[in-house]
């Protein structure tokens, strides 16, 4: 064991007895238990302290509950967290930074050129420690530099109030932290009782209200959720007036310089989250731009790190405009834009809190739910029928889309993706309908954003990433999105008038993503495609001006009977049902196959103007979506025949309605 583990033994922890082992105080002070591994594992070979670092890491942190015990910087602020404290981080890879180096080992003594007295590490820290009275023999023969990788990081574009207040209620670090956080978390009562009441809202929001996702007898959304949007809005303003009390200057002023190089670099507006500067020092080539991920680390707030050109000009500082805005973006102030030095880094399979993000986990987890697939089916499609008046087969047909998700690519094809128009919404009722789709689906799904599609929007919103070499950052826009995030488009919002250059660009993104699930980033002298799986709905009055892969006419009954009122317990089912048979392991019998392929022969022969190869694929990921809705692993003949029914409704409605008629889908 280690020295630390010896002396402090678990009671210096102050967590109680349900507290997992953490010896060594490593949840608030994880750089002394690096120094006590590292000054273990001098005299080994280099790669020794890394292996040793992450094996102790792992067995007193990753495994278990422990986690949920390292506070979030997405649920509390950092300026209420002691620096230099464990921290975990849930977000996106929003952008790349260049490498850094930095002084891995490095020896101090009381003069340069005296001998060394001290060997210290370097690792999981901006700034080089070096206590007063000694100097850092930089020309030491024993000094090793190694490279870090350093990313900008968002909260995850569109994540839903349910998500994060859900999340939120998982951690079991808010409440518990000892006496030496508590003194960096004082808040005034009235504060402290807007966060619990929000907290409570939420959480019965999710475990016994009841609620309803369809329209009401009436027309009027009846979807009932009590939000705390407003108070961690105000919360948030509080944050960011209050300042994280150790930097010298205000921080609206550090707002302000944020801001005069293109603001916090959200790709969707609203977002209140805080965004951080996260530095990795295992497998730094094995990340990507738009990856979802959550990391732990050392939280790095020191006010030293804020670029000088904050509160000087850039000829006071000695730069030219363009290194003076690069420095100003790549260093912000650390109270606005946190750092966060990675001990460990989790890919997220999905988005869902309500479910294990890791695969190991996932199907046990799952398995009960997927067992009551029919029944959280036929609930959904009554749901989404109500909304959309009544139309059963647009239901069916939603339903699908939402468990659409992309599972290869082979060159230029892209298997899995399933975007729906949904046309013929007359304009007189789609703002209600379009109001009330979005208010449903962002109660269900985990991630989502409603886009209107109007000239303003189209024509003056940055929708593709951009680089801007002068700053060297890269500019986000409205579709850099993670994986698996609902995109609502409200064509109905389109009115006549003239798209601009900026708008066709905008119209050929989305049709790109829409089409195939790529888009082009913008590199000033060339564009670069970049993979998307994005869930597009498009809601329009006639058929969509954006390509597709399924439009659907919506037929409004005159009597719509009104959705069941759910308790929170089956929302929670229904989030749960959407995410867990999307990832189930789906397989196609040999006896199945050839039963297809004699259909489809057979189908040729019988109308061979009709049906092509297009027409066997739309079929073969029809009975795919429709197998996952049931539940099912393996596709059967039932099910096939199923799609086939559903896909020739489809395609009569669509010959039927006068404004889709000459529509080839």
């Given at each position: 064991?280690?020295?630390?583990?010896?002396?402090?033994?678990?009671?210096?922890?102050?967590?109680?007895?349900?507290?997992?082992?953490?010896?060594?105080?490593?949840?608030?002070?994880?750089?002394?238990?690096?120094?006590?591994?590292?000054?273990?594992?001098?005299?080994?070979?280099?790669?020794?302290?890394?292996?040793?670092?992450?094996?102790?890491?792992?067995?007193?942190?990753?495994?278990?509950?422990?986690?949920?015990?390292?506070?979030?910087?997405?649920?509390?602020?950092?300026?209420?967290?002691?620096?230099?404290?464990?921290?975990?981080?849930?977000?996106?890879?929003?952008?790349?930074?260049?490498?850094?180096?930095?002084?891995?080992?490095?020896?101090?003594?009381?003069?340069?050129?005296?001998?060394?007295?001290?060997?210290?590490?370097?690792?999981?820290?901006?700034?080089?420690?070096?206590?007063?009275?000694?100097?850092?023999?930089?020309?030491?023969?024993?000094?090793?530099?190694?490279?870090?990788?350093?990313?900008?990081?968002?909260?995850?574009?569109?994540?839903?109030?349910?998500?994060?207040?859900?999340?939120?209620?998982?951690?079991?670090?808010?409440?518990?932290?000892?006496?030496?956080?508590?003194?960096?978390?004082?808040?005034?009562?009235?504060?402290?009782?807007?966060?619990?009441?929000?907290?409570?809202?939420?959480?019965?929001?999710?475990?016994?209200?009841?609620?309803?996702?369809?329209?009401?007898?009436?027309?009027?959304?009846?979807?009932?959720?009590?939000?705390?949007?407003?108070?961690?809005?105000?919360?948030?303003?509080?944050?960011?007036?209050?300042?994280?009390?150790?930097?010298?200057?205000?921080?609206?002023?550090?707002?302000?310089?944020?801001?005069?190089?293109?603001?916090?670099?959200?790709?969707?507006?609203?977002?209140?989250?805080?965004?951080?500067?996260?530095?990795?020092?295992?497998?730094?080539?094995?990340?990507?731009?738009?990856?979802?991920?959550?990391?732990?680390?050392?939280?790095?707030?020191?006010?030293?790190?804020?670029?000088?050109?904050?509160?000087?000009?850039?000829?006071?500082?000695?730069?030219?405009?363009?290194?003076?805005?690069?420095?100003?973006?790549?260093?912000?102030?650390?109270?606005?834009?946190?750092?966060?030095?990675?001990?460990?880094?989790?890919?997220?399979?999905?988005?869902?809190?309500?479910?294990?993000?890791?695969?190991?986990?996932?199907?046990?987890?799952?398995?009960?739910?997927?067992?009551?697939?029919?029944?959280?089916?036929?609930?959904?499609?009554?749901?989404?029928?109500?909304?959309?008046?009544?139309?059963?087969?647009?239901?069916?047909?939603?339903?699908?889309?939402?468990?659409?998700?992309?599972?290869?690519?082979?060159?230029?094809?892209?298997?899995?993706?399933?975007?729906?128009?949904?046309?013929?919404?007359?304009?007189?009722?789609?703002?209600?309908?379009?109001?009330?789709?979005?208010?449903?689906?962002?109660?269900?799904?985990?991630?989502?954003?409603?886009?209107?599609?109007?000239?303003?929007?189209?024509?003056?919103?940055?929708?593709?990433?951009?680089?801007?070499?002068?700053?060297?950052?890269?500019?986000?826009?409205?579709?850099?999105?993670?994986?698996?995030?609902?995109?609502?488009?409200?064509?109905?919002?389109?009115?006549?008038?003239?798209?601009?250059?900026?708008?066709?660009?905008?119209?050929?993104?989305?049709?790109?993503?829409?089409?195939?699930?790529?888009?082009?980033?913008?590199?000033?002298?060339?564009?670069?495609?970049?993979?998307?799986?994005?869930?597009?709905?498009?809601?329009?009055?006639?058929?969509?001006?954006?390509?597709?892969?399924?439009?659907?006419?919506?037929?409004?009954?005159?009597?719509?009977?009104?959705?069941?009122?759910?308790?929170?317990?089956?929302?929670?089912?229904?989030?749960?049902?959407?995410?867990?048979?999307?990832?189930?392991?789906?397989?196609?019998?040999?006896?199945?196959?050839?039963?297809?392929?004699?259909?489809?022969?057979?189908?040729?022969?019988?109308?061979?103007?009709?049906?092509?190869?297009?027409?066997?694929?739309?079929?073969?990921?029809?009975?795919?979506?429709?197998?996952?809705?049931?539940?099912?692993?393996?596709?059967d003949v039932t099910t096939w025949n199923d799609a086939?029914?559903?896909?020739?409704?489809?395609?009569?409605?669509?010959?039927?309605?006068?404004a889709t008629a000459a529509a080839t889908q």
């Open positions: 064991m280690l020295a630390a583990e010896k002396e402090g033994g678990t009671g210096e922890t102050g967590f109680g007895d349900n507290m997992p082992s953490l010896e060594g105080n490593l949840l608030h002070d994880p750089l002394g238990f690096v120094k006590l591994v590292f000054d273990r594992c001098q005299g080994t070979a280099s790669g020794d302290f890394a292996e040793e670092l992450q094996k102790q890491f792992k067995s007193r942190i990753l495994n278990g509950d422990g986690v949920s015990w390292v506070p979030s910087l997405n649920d509390v602020p950092a300026h209420q967290l002691p620096v230099n404290c464990l921290v975990r981080y849930r977000g996106m890879i929003q952008d790349m930074f260049g490498p850094e180096i930095f002084l891995s080992r490095y020896e101090l003594a009381e003069t340069e050129s005296g001998p060394a007295k001290d060997v210290c590490c370097g690792w999981y820290q901006d700034i080089t420690d070096c206590p007063p009275g000694r100097v850092i023999l930089m020309d030491s023969p024993n000094q090793v530099l190694a490279e870090r990788q350093a990313f900008y990081c968002v909260p995850l574009p569109g994540e839903t109030d349910w998500a994060k207040q859900t999340f939120a209620s998982q951690s079991k670090a808010q409440e518990r932290l000892d006496s030496s956080c508590t003194s960096n978390l004082q808040e005034s009562p009235s504060k402290a009782g807007s966060r619990k009441r929000g907290r409570t809202e939420g959480d019965e929001s999710c475990s016994t209200g009841e609620i309803t996702m369809a329209a009401d007898a009436t027309g009027e959304s009846a979807m009932h959720r009590d939000h705390v949007s407003a108070e961690s809005e105000g919360a948030d303003s509080k944050r960011l007036r209050s300042g994280s009390g150790t930097a010298d200057n205000s921080v609206a002023a550090a707002v302000a310089g944020i801001q005069s190089v293109g603001d916090l670099n959200f790709p969707l507006p609203g977002e209140r989250g805080p965004p951080c500067i996260v530095k990795v020092y295992d497998d730094i080539d094995s990340y990507r731009v738009n990856e979802m991920v959550e990391f732990i680390g050392v939280l790095s707030m020191d006010p030293s790190l804020t670029a000088a050109t904050y509160t000087h000009s850039a000829d006071e500082v000695g730069m030219d405009s363009d290194m003076a805005k690069e420095e100003a973006v790549h260093s912000p102030p650390p109270n606005i834009v946190p750092r966060l030095h990675c001990f460990s880094a989790r890919r997220l399979l999905h988005s869902n809190p309500l479910l294990p993000a890791n695969a190991d986990d996932f199907k046990a987890a799952t398995a009960e739910i997927v067992a009551n697939s029919s029944s959280c089916r036929e609930e959904l499609c009554g749901q989404f029928a109500a909304l959309l008046g009544g139309d059963q087969l647009s239901a069916e047909f939603l339903l699908l889309s939402l468990l659409s998700t992309v599972y290869a690519r082979h060159d230029t094809s892209v298997i899995g993706k399933f975007s729906l128009n949904l046309s013929n919404v007359p304009r007189d009722v789609s703002t209600q309908l379009v109001g009330q789709l979005s208010t449903a689906l962002q109660t269900i799904v985990p991630k989502f954003y409603s886009m209107p599609m109007s000239l303003e929007h189209l024509n003056n919103k940055s929708l593709c990433p951009k680089k801007d070499y002068a700053a060297n950052r890269l500019v986000t826009g409205q579709l850099q999105l993670s994986d698996g995030t609902v995109v609502l488009l409200d064509e109905t919002a389109l009115s006549e008038g003239q798209l601009n250059e900026r708008g066709i660009a905008n119209i050929m993104a989305i049709n790109s993503v829409l089409s195939r699930q790529h888009l082009a980033y913008d590199f000033q002298y060339q564009t670069v495609d970049f993979p998307t799986n994005i869930n597009g709905i498009v809601v329009s009055e006639g058929k969509s001006i954006l390509q597709t892969d399924c439009q659907v006419p919506v037929e409004i009954q005159a009597d719509v009977p009104a959705a069941n009122v759910l308790t929170a317990t089956q929302l929670n089912m229904l989030r749960s049902y959407l995410t867990a048979v999307q990832r189930i392991d789906y397989d196609l019998p040999a006896d199945v196959q050839k039963h297809l392929q004699d259909d489809f022969v057979a189908m040729r022969k019988d109308n061979p103007e009709g049906v092509n190869a297009e027409t066997f694929h739309r079929l073969l990921l029809l009975s795919r979506l429709l197998s996952l809705s049931r539940g099912q692993r393996l596709l086939k029914k559903l896909e020739t409704l489809r395609c009569a409605r669509v010959a039927s309605n006068p």
